[in-house]
């Protein structure tokens, strides 16, 4: 289902401060696809990776074909961390939050929380980052919640479409893959089709409507998440990025509508923006340029959900001005969920090494 193609990726120093980090969650998609991306790192640094189930708890697992025991995350863990990873669920993220929490107020060493799931952007102590888009200042912080991957995405872009023209208006309509409900939301998706196929009860306990084959604007009430919730984290977040961007020039905040599509990985994105004059194709193409944006010419391929699989950064095509308005463009925008989150938290522990 996940294609494992050559990542487009830039060189980076391995990171060498951080010689054991603790993964909440290494058992699920995220977690698999962070410890892929650190297994690199650990060619070239002394990187130790110690793995907990998602809920933080102890239990048994398996682990390369043979049943293990994963320790729990607890007190005597953290002694030596100098990171937690978060891509688990909301227990493990309180169990972590809380435990570290703890050490601080006995002012007893901690390790820095990175949220990578974002099920503790609402706490007092949280500081949103988005290290792919802009530089990242923590001396004082210890609990960094990384942005949505798609509000850094349509940030990122719009960021680099004002650094060159006069942004007045975009819209955005966000189409959400099954792998950001995780395994149980893969497994449903295709446990529905076959069912479709084959005439049989859907399962529905993760979307609690029917996905297969089907776009839904909103989930079933007894969802155990709601999409508008979801909506609004990745606008809440968008908001927070455009705020404090370093470009002097006036950014404004998009409208999103955010669509579960029936697809089990990457982001795809419609993006709609308006400029205060005409504009073409080729001035929207050379003001996309940068290291993070692959740019499809006209004549090539347009950029799928299906190709970015296992790829690093956004790829855009598919570029062509509103037949109805010559002042505004659409953008096709595709990202991997899974590696964007991966590859921040990377770029993260690299800002944080920095750090004095």
């Not at 060619?43 to 398996?62: D, H, L, P, T």
């Not at 998706?189 to 297969?212: N, R």
């Not at 409208?255 to 923006?273: A, C, D, K, N, T």
């Not at 340029?289 to 950064?313: H, M």
């Amino acid at each position: 289902m996940r294609r494992r193609n050559r990542s487009r990726k830039l060189a980076k120093k391995p990171v060498q401060k951080f010689g054991k980090l603790g993964l909440v969650g290494g058992e699920t998609l995220l977690g698999h696809e962070l410890t892929e991306v650190f297994k690199r790192s650990s060619e070239k640094s002394e990187i130790v990776i110690q793995r907990y189930a998602a809920s933080g708890e102890g239990n048994f697992a398996e682990e390369d074909g043979e049943a293990v025991y994963r320790e729990p995350l607890d007190q005597q863990a953290l002694e030596t961390q100098q990171a937690v990873l978060l891509a688990g669920n909301v227990e493990g993220a309180e169990r972590a939050y809380q435990l570290i929490k703890a050490r601080r107020n006995q002012h007893l060493p901690s390790p820095v929380l990175i949220d990578c799931t974002g099920a503790l952007d609402s706490k007092p102590e949280t500081r949103i980052c988005a290290p792919l888009l802009d530089e990242v200042s923590l001396s004082d912080a210890w609990l960094l919640v990384l942005a949505h991957p798609a509000a850094t995405s349509l940030a990122l872009v719009l960021s680099q479409l004002a650094s060159q023209l006069a942004v007045t208006r975009a819209v955005a309509s966000i189409f959400e893959p099954a792998s950001e409900r995780g395994r149980r939301g893969i497994s449903e998706l295709q446990q529905q089709t076959l069912g479709l196929l084959s005439f049989k009860t859907l399962e529905k306990a993760v979307f609690d409507a029917q996905l297969s084959f089907n776009l839904l604007p909103a989930y079933g009430e007894e969802a155990p998440l709601q999409l508008e919730t979801i909506e609004q984290r990745i606008e809440t977040h968008l908001a927070t990025l455009l705020g404090r961007a370093a470009s002097k020039a006036v950014l404004p905040m998009p409208s999103i509508r955010l669509i579960q599509v029936p697809v089990f990985h990457g982001y795809s994105m419609s993006f709609w923006v308006e400029f205060a004059e005409n504009v073409s194709v080729e001035r929207v193409r050379a003001a996309l340029v940068s290291a993070q944006i692959e740019i499809r010419a006209a004549g090539e391929e347009v950029p799928t959900n299906v190709e970015i699989a296992a790829q690093s950064g956004i790829q855009a095509g598919d570029i062509r001005v509103d037949r109805n308005n010559p002042r505004a463009v659409w953008i096709w925008l595709v990202v991997d969920n899974l590696r964007w989150i991966a590859d921040s938290t990377e770029e993260l522990l690299l800002a944080l090494e920095a750090t004095p």
